[in-house]
């Protein structure tokens, strides 16, 4: 095993900055996607399986990424969905009993390049002055000019429709089939933790395309409706917003996280907006207006609801609110059995503050079957 790397890597960000590291594995390779940062400690397996982050160059702040191995447990989908990773240490070395492989051989599996020994505060304090803006990371560092013309190809995340890329091509099944309540989810790039979580509360899922009509679904005669996580801008997901009109329409509860959020506030006319930089870590602020509380919560969203036009819509309440920079966090419709939040309650990185929401789910199913 290879304890470091020598190989040159450069990320050229969009607007032509140059930060500087080394390749993982001495290995060569390009990448491009858009840059962002997660603040989490832990949890880099899950990150790098989220489809949520699908099309991202993913800059981890932990310092040490690497040295509690891979587990094929802590996956939240079949393959990685960064495209690429940007970090300071990265560990050849692990140590755990619960290890499955090196993070090394799991992102050779999945083949994904990697860059360390990458100053990543100032390549973080740079997004955040900046704002999220497309890059590249290469091993081909002498090939400056050429990356810069690819780059400048790379699509803009803004305005783009990517749940179709990570969604699944055929429905299936997750629980046990004979649970008491029965759930359609809308697959935009749904994390298993979700499918986890709903499972153990006796809820037996199936799991649609991202594409599927109300009526498809509704042919299965389910209990209730979800809207899931995905990557990508939510407003050119037109026909799942016109899925959503029409489960709202024909009254049935209705639960949505992050993505599945965001489409429930489009669905009632409400916009959103790209943020300068995103929310993505795992101990983010929320405050909780219906118990007075304040939650922790993991977090990982580019796009946000817009709160001027969510507060004065009728249809809805503004239930929870992110406690550093006021942006809305969760929706609840005031004559229907439809609520949503901007974070995650299925992710478990330590503080379970915001699980409670399956059960309220399971409770607006319960009212409506009863
Ligand atoms: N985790 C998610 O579902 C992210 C939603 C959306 N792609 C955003 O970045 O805001």
């Known amino acids: 095993m290879k304890y470091q790397t020598n190989r040159k890597a450069i990320i050229l960000l969009a607007d032509g900055t140059i930060f500087y590291g080394k390749a993982v594995g001495d290995k060569e390779g390009t990448a491009f996607g858009e840059v962002c940062f997660n603040t989490g400690m832990t949890g880099y397996q899950e990150i790098f399986t989220d489809p949520s982050y699908y099309g991202q160059l993913m800059v981890t702040t932990n310092a040490h990424i690497g040295n509690y191995g891979g587990n094929n447990e802590e996956t939240e989908s079949g393959t990685v969905k ?3 990773l940007i970090c300071r240490n990265f560990s050849y070395n692990y140590s755990r009993t619960r290890v499955d492989e090196s993070l090394q051989s799991f992102l050779d599996k999945n083949n994904l390049f990697a860059i360390s020994d990458v100053d990543t505060r100032a390549l973080v304090a740079y997004i955040r002055d900046n704002g999220a803006m497309n890059a590249v990371i290469s091993s ?20 783009l ?18 649970a008491s309540y029965k759930v359609a989810a809308l697959d935009l790039g749904i994390k298993k933790n979700i499918l986890r979580n709903m499972a153990s509360r006796d809820i ?5 395309p991202y594409d599927t009509t109300f009526e498809e679904m509704n042919a299965w005669n389910p209990d209730g409706y979800f809207l899931s996580n995905g990557p990508g801008d939510p407003d050119p997901l037109k026909q799942v917003i016109q899925t959503t009109q029409d489960i709202l329409a024909a009254d049935k509860p209705l639960f949505g996280i992050c993505l599945g959020h965001q489409i429930i506030a489009l669905a009632n006319g409400i916009s959103t907006f790209k943020m300068h930089h995103g929310h993505r870590g795992i101990n983010h602020p929320v405050m909780n207006h219906t118990s007075g ?7 990982n969203h580019g ?9 004065s819509n009728t249809n809805l ?13 969760g929706l609840k419709m005031k004559d229907k059995a439809c609520f949503s939040v901007q974070y995650h309650p299925e992710a478990g990185p330590g503080p379970n503050d915001a699980t409670y929401l399956f059960d309220e789910f399971i409770g607006s199913m319960k009212k409506k079957t009863a």
């Open 82 to 84: 960064i495209s690429g």
């Open 140 to 159: 081909d560092v002498e090939n400056i000019d050429g990356l810069k013309k690819q780059l400048a190809e790379v699509p803009d995340m803004n305005g």
């Open 293 to 299: 509380k304040g939650e922790i919560t993991s977090q």
């Open 303 to 311: 796009f946000s609801v817009n709160y001027d036009e969510a507060i």
């Open 161 to 178: 429709e990517l749940a179709s890329k990570v969604s699944t091509k055929e429905a299936y099944y997750f629980g046990d089939e004979n």
């Open 204 to 208: 037996y899922v199936k799991v649609f």
């Open 317 to 329: 309440v503004v239930t929870h609110q992110h406690l550093n920079d006021n942006t809305v966090m």
